[in-house]
């Protein structure tokens, strides 16, 4: 296979500064670069390479990555305490000095790397939070790897957008800044002078050159006719519109307000929704520090002398509030995923877990004795074993727990989800399953109670795996529901982009969150989310307070269809869990409190509503009196909803219209527009 050739660019050099560090993912190790921005004919280019190792010391030094010069060093045979991916080398000159092992890095991985963009092509940064760590964030989506300046910070190289585009800073988000080609912000100027629209939305010129692209004429009359009106009807004195609105002036009237500045009336009462007048409620949000995890001795002062694990709700509390420590996680899971229950004493449980272990080894003997002539004539079984073996050879080999070839704990994987084939055959395999089941053996480190806790955890997801995926999608349509009541602005806005059926959140249902955060991460969600604390469904909970952290980015830099999937898809692995625990605790209890909640999102969570509060109903005082406030449902009154036919035709799903089922040419889109390797 041919060698990638690296991109090479020539041109004049206007910043050049070396020790910047990079960092792929939340938990990747720091790299140490050059970073530079050129100027070529082609355009502005920025660039980060590894730096080149320092020539060796008069001692000699071994770095990972390369191998010693072959004409002093060869490489001697590994032994038992050499690991299996590295090799030691030993000098010629000096038989009796051996080096330290030595793991080899890909080539290719390190020029994944490598950082090249045109400055044209990003759309927008973002600095972290001490305004050392720059963030790309580009037009189609996706993210580079974040850039961390020590000592003098990045005002140096952030100045060098300037001579490119035109930068400012976002009005909602702080440390978000955006950029726009000169020459836009040049026409910018000029119609500010015209005061073409009646009223400031958060649109920007970017709508306008998007509009033109797919429909030049139409959207030309449409800006002509603008320019028309305003030149013939308009004041002679000139109109100018405040700095803040120049970039906000040609999207105008596509995303209806969420905000009414009083009674709205329409001719047909069926085609009006009823929403609140404020702009989103999670601008009253405050979040609170998380707790400490449950230690060994938080959870050994829980169990009493014959092993009952009494104050359960407290204990699900400092679970919910801070998670478990490793030590402790092996035995609370088992109690987590109903495997153990709480009021059971150690004689009980021993009886118990005793019998569970004859069953599994019975129905693992079932599967193990069918006759290869026995498949041949049993397609179902001969299918699910097919795509378990696939799909185990490409569950987590990275971590060290699966890593390498013939590795026992791979084979435990095909072994479990086999006999979960016939302990559930209606249900069988799907892909995904091995995800969840990782992380259960790697915990459990035994095949039997690993078993009976993924048997509990599909009790809780099994509805994620179904054929017709009805379960995802009554998830999704409450998480609508969710969204709508939260931030009906947002929602507005992605519905505008084709994607208000946040198909974006598939992955994030299916498996529990699996591939967005790390192991540790992921396992201390999951133990958070089985503690069924504080409210059901905070999974969509959850999935609100992700989408509330990547709002700003998303609106800001006006992202489409396929640039909100890209970037949904790139905060694999760069999303810090706490900060959005926290901010999904703080939801929770602004719905709490809120007496206008919806009766609808209260029953999605499980809340008991107060009973002197009219829910389901947005009110607005006027004149001493309460009355309900009326608008368009963005802003068309007449659209018709599609359903698909399901195998459970009287669902709740195929009879609600809270969201949009995709048809058969959009789920083509959409499937075409995820990347292959998206699951």
């Not at 405050?286 to 959870?299: G, H």
């Not at 609808?600 to 829910?615: A, E, F």
């Not at 389901?616 to 068309?636: A, F, L, R």
């Amino acid at each position: 296979m041919a060698e990638l050739e690296e991109l090479k660019i020539e041109g004049k050099e206007i910043y050049r500064r070396e020790g910047i560090l990079t960092q792929a993912t939340k938990d990747d190790c720091l790299r140490a670069g050059v970073l530079a921005v050129t100027e070529t004919k082609y355009g502005t280019y920025i660039t980060w390479r590894k730096m080149e190792p320092k020539p060796p010391e008069p001692q000699t030094q071994f770095s990972v990555g390369s191998p010693p010069d072959s004409s002093e060093w060869a490489v001697i045979a590994r032994n038992t305490n050499t690991p299996k991916d590295r090799v030691k080398f030993r000098s010629h000159s000096n038989r009796s000095q051996d080096s330290p092992s030595v793991k080899f890095s890909s080539s290719l991985e390190e020029k994944q790397m490598d950082l090249t963009a045109e400055v044209a092509d990003v759309k927008s940064y973002r600095l972290g939070d001490d305004g050392n760590a720059v963030t790309l964030l580009m037009r189609d989506g996706t993210r580079h790897n974040t850039l961390i300046f020590l000592d003098e910070g990045p005002e140096e190289f952030l100045e060098t957008f300037t001579t490119v585009m035109s930068v400012r800073q976002s009005s909602t988000d702080e440390n978000l800044y955006l950029l726009t080609d000169k020459k836009i912000s040049a026409l910018d100027q000029s119609l500010t002078e015209l005061n073409l629209f009646d009223r400031p939305n958060s649109e920007t010129v970017w709508r306008a050159i998007e509009e033109f692209q797919q429909d030049p004429v139409h959207s030309s009359l449409n800006m002509l006719s603008k320019v028309a009106e305003r030149l013939l009807f308009s004041p002679t004195e000139k109109e100018y519109r405040p700095q803040e609105e120049m970039a906000e002036l040609l999207q105008g009237e596509h995303v209806a307000s969420s905000t009414v500045p009083g009674e709205a009336t329409g001719e047909d009462g069926d085609n009006w929704q009823l929403v609140s007048n404020r702009r989103s409620l999670l601008t009253s949000t405050q979040d609170e520090p998380r707790s400490a995890a449950v230690c060994q001795l938080d959870w050994e002062l829980h169990v009493n002398e014959s092993g009952i694990v009494e104050d359960v709700p407290d204990l699900l509390e400092k679970i919910y509030r801070g998670g478990l420590e490793a030590s402790v996680r092996c035995e609370a899971w088992k109690y987590l995923l109903g495997y153990y229950q709480w009021h059971h004493t150690h004689q009980v449980r021993a009886t118990n877990r005793q019998a569970r272990h004859e069953e599994y080894h019975r129905m693992k003997m079932q599967w193990k004795t069918i006759s290869e002539d026995q498949q041949n004539r049993f397609s179902g079984f001969r299918e699910r074993k097919t795509q378990i073996e696939k799909d185990i050879g490409r569950t987590d080999r990275s971590h060290p727990f699966y890593q390498g070839d013939h590795n026992p704990n791979v084979a435990l994987l095909e072994e479990i989800l086999m006999t979960y084939v016939m302990y559930n055959f209606d249900l069988g395999y799907v892909q995904g399953m091995s995800d969840l089941l990782s992380p259960l053996l790697y915990v459990m480190r035994n095949e039997v109670d690993a078993f009976w806790c993924f048997v509990g955890l599909m009790d809780r997801v099994g509805s994620n795996f179904e054929f017709d995926q009805g379960g995802i999608k009554r998830q999704l349509n409450q998480l609508t529901v969710i969204l709508k009541y939260i931030d009906i602005s947002f929602y507005n806005y992605l519905e505008s982009k084709e994607s208000g059926n946040l198909f974006f959140c598939f992955r994030w249902l299916l498996i529990c969150f699996k591939r967005e955060f790390n192991y540790s991460d992921t396992m201390q969600l999951w133990e958070v989310l089985w503690t069924k604390k504080p409210c059901k469904n905070f999974h969509l909970v959850m999935c609100a307070s992700l989408l509330e952290f990547e709002k700003t980015t998303i609106m800001e830099n006006k992202y489409g269809f396929n640039e909100i999937l890209k970037h949904i898809n790139d905060l694999s692995l760069r999303i810090d869990l706490n900060k959005v625990l926290c901010r999904a605790d703080a939801i929770y209890r602004v719905i709490r409190k809120d007496p206008t909640v919806p009766d609808q999102v209260l029953n999605i969570l499980g809340i008991v509503p107060d009973s002197t509060s009219n829910h389901g109903e947005t009110e607005k005082v006027v004149n001493g009196k309460t009355c309900s406030i009326p608008v368009p449902t963005n802003g068309n009154c007449d659209r018709k909803r599609r359903v698909t036919d399901c195998s459970n035709a009287s669902s709740s799903l195929n009879n609600s219209s809270s969201v949009e089922v995709l048809s058969e040419g959009e789920e083509t889109k959409f499937e075409e527009a995820m990347s292959s390797n998206y699951f």
